[in-house]
């Protein structure tokens, strides 16, 4: 039994449409399918859940919300009568369209989440009565009804453990189940979406709770490579992943597959298949619990930017007890989380998304923090990016991060800051955000091409 999961580069125009038809005809165990909101059918087009976003900013700022409506009506209306659906169907997804600008807006935290989820309801509707028009017997399932119950952080839900049990009677259902991915409910009835990209983690979900055999995730890719072919020319592809490899890969870049999607099924012990849409019989890449090792102790290179470092610096900080917790106290108080933490006897950095850092936060956490550790230095330091070399074999091998280090230099790049989990998996280098893709070349060659 699998879950398949299709992205919104696979829904994106009636052509695609009919690919994810034929790949599910082809393999009757494809019994739940996860779909995205449609995605941009050329260079020039806009995805629909970017199209959700205008009509949201122009619903609360109370523009002309028209134009946008007919836009995104036109989309759906469109592939909904290319597949000879009827029209009373189309009239009621342009109502669900219309409805959005009937939510209240005053003191409504899931407004936007509100909006945003319709991309892939109103595409697991269309698919659902595609399918059923296709001869087959499909059914259309909100994610309440499957108990896809979350926790309540609007943007950035979790699912609630008592969900899995709720989720493990979908297969009571008869037939295909199309369920929209990206959001669920509170236990009190609102709308909540995972953070954006987050139909791979409902498909991770479902197939934890419904047991699968398998979770197939449809792209636009033939899987996951060793470096982003944007920036290095025809890398290789990887051909098996852990978990904690693809962990690593998607929190530093990639952007295939969500990295939150990864506990659910890990925990099941669920083998995920990453494949193409456009080459469906390619084998793709397969992310597992453990794979076989091999002479190549680096699987994938991976680059992220949009960091900050607040650095700071005090003499024998190291006897003080609390110091950190004290600091870590601040950034909580401000609703941030540090993605790394690198330190020394009398320094020490805190890594932060430097989305959350608007210059007022920034003026007030220092100030804390200088009121509640009295350090001998703090500032911060910007336009950083992080390049991550990882691979389960990097902990049996000697002189890997020797190797990144040379090939850095070589290249006249400065490390900023490095920095290796105990898991021995990954390695970090901190560099600045202008130096980003050639560090990653250089790093390309000196693992993979030398």
Do not use: W
Not at 26 to 33: G, Y
Not at 242 to 258: C, K, Q, S
Not at 323 to 347: C, H, Q
């Amino acid at each position: 039994m699998k879950v398949v999961k299709f992205g919104g580069s696979s829904l994106a125009s009636t052509t695609q449409i009919k690919k994810v038809i034929d790949i599910i005809k082809k393999d009757k165990d494809r019994k739940f399918v996860i779909v995205s909101a449609p995605g941009k059918r050329d260079e020039t087009d806009v995805k629909i859940t970017d199209l959700l976003i205008v009509y949201y900013k122009s619903y609360v700022e109370g523009g002309d919300i028209k134009e946008v409506q007919q836009e995104i009506i036109a989309r759906f209306a469109a592939t909904a009568k290319a597949f000879s659906l009827s029209l009373t169907f189309i009239e009621q997804l342009k109502e669900r369209i219309f409805q959005l600008a009937l939510l209240s807006i005053e003191d409504n935290k899931y407004l936007y989440d509100a909006f945003l989820a319709q991309g892939e309801d109103l595409q697991a509707r269309l698919l659902s009565e595609i399918l059923i028009q296709e001869g087959l017997e499909a059914r259309y399932v909100n994610p309440k009804d499957a108990g896809i119950f979350v926790s309540d952080e609007p943007r950035s839900a979790r699912i609630l453990s008592e969900s899995y049990q709720i989720l493990a009677q979908l297969n009571n259902i008869n037939g295909i189940v199309v369920i929209p991915g990206f959001f669920g409910y509170t236990k009190k009835g609102d709308i909540c979406t995972f953070s954006r990209g987050g139909s791979d983690v409902t498909g991770a979900i479902v197939a934890a709770g419904i047991g699968a055999n398998l979770y197939e995730n449809f792209t636009d890719v033939d899987g996951i490579f060793s470096a982003h072919p944007g920036i290095v020319h025809k890398p290789q592809r990887v051909k098996e992943l852990t978990y904690r490899e693809m962990r690593e890969l998607a929190y530093a870049g990639f952007a295939v597959f969500h990295d939150e999607a990864l506990m659910p099924v890990f925990k099941a012990e669920i083998p995920i298949v990453i494949k193409n849409t456009n080459n469906p019989t390619y084998s793709g890449t397969t992310i597992c619990n453990t794979r076989k090792l091999t002479d190549q102790s680096v699987v994938g290179i991976a680059s992220n930017s949009g960091f900050v470092s607040i650095n700071i610096t005090k003499f024998f900080m190291n006897r003080e007890v609390g110091f950190v917790r004290k600091i870590l106290s601040i950034l909580e108080k401000f609703g941030i989380g540090f993605e790394r933490m690198p330190s020394g006897i009398d320094d020490l950095s805190i890594i932060v998304r430097e989305r959350f850092l608007t210059p007022e936060i920034e003026k007030m956490i220092l100030q804390e923090i200088v009121e509640a550790v009295l350090p001998d230095e703090i500032y911060i330091e910007r336009d950083l990016s992080i390049i991550m070399i990882v691979g389960e074999g990097m902990k049996h091998s000697v002189g890997v991060t020797a190797a990144g280090s040379f090939a850095l230099s070589s290249k006249k790049i400065n490390l900023e800051m490095i920095n290796q989990g105990s898991s021995e998996v990954s390695v970090m280098f901190g560099i600045q955000k202008k130096q980003e893709k050639r560090a990653v070349r250089a790093l390309y060659h000196a693992y993979f091409e030398e």
